[in-house]
């Protein structure tokens, strides 16, 4: 099934073009990465999922339902973790929850413990390094009751190493939780790493360029990330998203 | 122990300033109407301790109630200006010009229209104090962080759920801010509204004080708002430190501004 289907979506603030003719489908638990150049939109795009802003024309379909302009139907994970600093960890992870109405604290504790996290339940955000508050807020969004998650540039903030360890922590606990994601990120290993599919944007005004379905096998292991299959995979991506780069040159 | 080792400098520049200032008094055989010694004014400050009590009771008073008042005034008009767009483009340039009204000019109308009693005295105090309050949270309500503010509204919060779960929290700390300019204000607000006619105040001492040329009087009285305000400020700043606990050590930490 088609979880979030959008159909032609536009937005332009006065005559110029942020967004036009996008296109594209989530399925229910499929990881979906939005790969393009800073700049190209993608916020824009994730507000007008989530809600906060009225696209200027096309369709939004979650489960069937327009949802334009409506709040409330998807879980956002900002670029920053975002966390209530006047919240500990727990009362962070539960925020989605309270907002929808009940709180799970067991769950909520068993969510933090499978996190890593254990023993962190009562600490501050400002206690946690970078990548700890990432979780956090992840895992946040695994608690939220929406089944849509947005993931917008989550690790772009962080180093190669925490990037890189996240990545392999964020797979299993997606997997057990089989939410629907859809990610924005401007780093191709990553989005070759974790998605099922990525759709490449092109810079301003914002299309999509192409889409690929990826081969890999889930679970994933990092041992991936240098088969001869994957560096293909890579160049091919990389030509996809220069390509936009050399036809900007010639205009 | 780090206050006062950091605070050393302008101690001692004090100390200095008071021993010049006890030594030109001897030196020069300055009159004591005319400037006492600062030995003369501790000296009175203790041994005129039951002239003044009584003054400085009803005092305290005063400020307590006319800043709970001033400051909950303060936070209404702000939390209204905030939450009804229309009314703050409509009341925050009144604001302002409220506030180019000196007080001391508006005293003697509000004694006119509200006579002697405690009244008045509330009003000044209210009118000197909910400024500052005001507008610091107001600007705290502004600098929510935008992030935090997209993440609650595409999660479906209702605006009350905003407000509560993040923006009043998110300016706390300005509110603090608030609190603090406006403590010492409401002691300097009191004591000019005790100007005004009151029985019993520091400000009544004070121009008893001064009308009688005991100007070692005035000093005291001086001295007692100086350490009323002092007192009143570190009472603002405790609570500060109490409430907002999760402030501390943000600012060291690399994370945040990456």
Redesign the interface.
């Known amino acids: 099934m088609n979880q979030l289907e959008i159909h032609n979506l536009a937005k332009f603030y006065g005559t110029k073009k942020v967004l036009k003719d996008i296109s594209f489908t989530v399925r229910d638990g499929e990881f979906v990465s939005i790969l393009g150049p800073s700049g190209s939109g993608k916020s824009t795009l994730f507000q007008m999922i989530g809600g906060i802003t009225k696209p200027s024309s096309g369709t939004i379909y979650l489960n069937g339902k327009n949802i334009n302009g409506k709040r409330g139907h998807i879980s956002y994970t900002p670029q920053s973790a975002s966390l209530l600093p006047w919240r500990t960890v727990l009362e962070n992870v539960v925020l989605g929850q309270e907002i929808a109405g009940k709180k799970d604290l067991e769950k909520a504790r068993k969510m933090i413990k499978r996190a890593g996290l254990e023993g962190f339940e009562e600490a501050y955000p400002h206690e946690l390094s970078g990548g700890m508050k990432q979780r956090v807020s992840f895992i946040r969004s695994m608690m939220s009751p929406q089944s849509l998650i947005l993931l917008d540039e989550p690790f772009s903030a962080l180093d190669e190493f925490t990037r890189l360890d996240m990545q392999q922590w964020l797979l299993p606990i997606w997997e057990e939780h089989k939410k629907s994601i859809l990610f924005v990120t401007h780093n191709i290993e990553e989005a070759l790493f974790l998605s099922d599919r990525i759709i490449v944007f092109s810079s301003r005004p914002t299309t999509i360029k192409q889409e690929f379905s990826l081969p890999f096998p889930r679970p994933r292991d990092r041992k991936i990330l240098l088969t001869d299959e994957f560096l293909h995979w890579k160049r091919k991506i990389y030509q996809s998203l220069s390509g936009d780069e050399s036809e900007q040159l010639s205009k | 122990m780090n206050v006062v080792l950091k605070g050393w400098r302008p101690i001692l520049v004090l100390i200095l300033l008071i021993i010049a200032w006890e030594i030109s008094c001897r030196l020069f055989n300055i009159p004591g109407w005319l400037l006492p010694a600062p030995t003369e004014i501790v000296q009175e400050m203790v041994s005129g301790w039951s002239n003044y009590n009584g003054h400085l009771l009803a005092t305290i008073k005063l400020i307590i109630i006319g800043f709970l008042i001033g400051s909950s005034v303060g936070i209404f008009i702000a939390v209204c200006l905030h939450l009804v767009p229309f009314l703050r483009q409509a009341f925050y340039p009144i604001l302002i010009i409220s506030q180019n009204i000196p007080i001391i000019v508006l005293a003697p109308l509000l004694v006119i229209w509200f006579g002697f009693g405690m009244l008045p005295k509330i009003i000044v105090i209210t009118l000197v104090c909910f400024f500052p309050i005001t507008v610091s949270l107001l600007d705290g309500f502004r600098q929510t962080?935008r992030?935090?503010l997209?993440?609650?509204?595409?999660?479906?919060?209702t605006k009350r759920?905003i407000f509560w779960?993040?923006e009043w929290?998110y300016a706390?700390p300005s509110l603090f801010s608030g609190l603090k300019i406006s403590a010492t204000y409401s002691v300097m607000g009191a004591v000019i509204s005790e100007w005004l006619g009151a029985s019993k105040g520091i400000g009544v001492y004070m121009t008893l004080a001064s009308s009688s040329f005991r100007t070692d009087r005035v000093f005291v009285a001086i001295m007692v708002i100086i350490i009323l305000s002092l007192l009143f400020f570190l009472f603002i700043l405790f609570l500060e430190k109490r409430i907002?606990?999760?402030?501390?050590?943000?600012e060291g930490?690399a994370?945040?501004s990456?």
Do not use: V
């Open positions: 962080d992030d935090l997209h993440y609650m509204q595409m999660a479906g919060a759920q779960k993040l929290p706390l907002i606990r999760w402030k501390t050590g943000e930490n994370y945040e990456a």
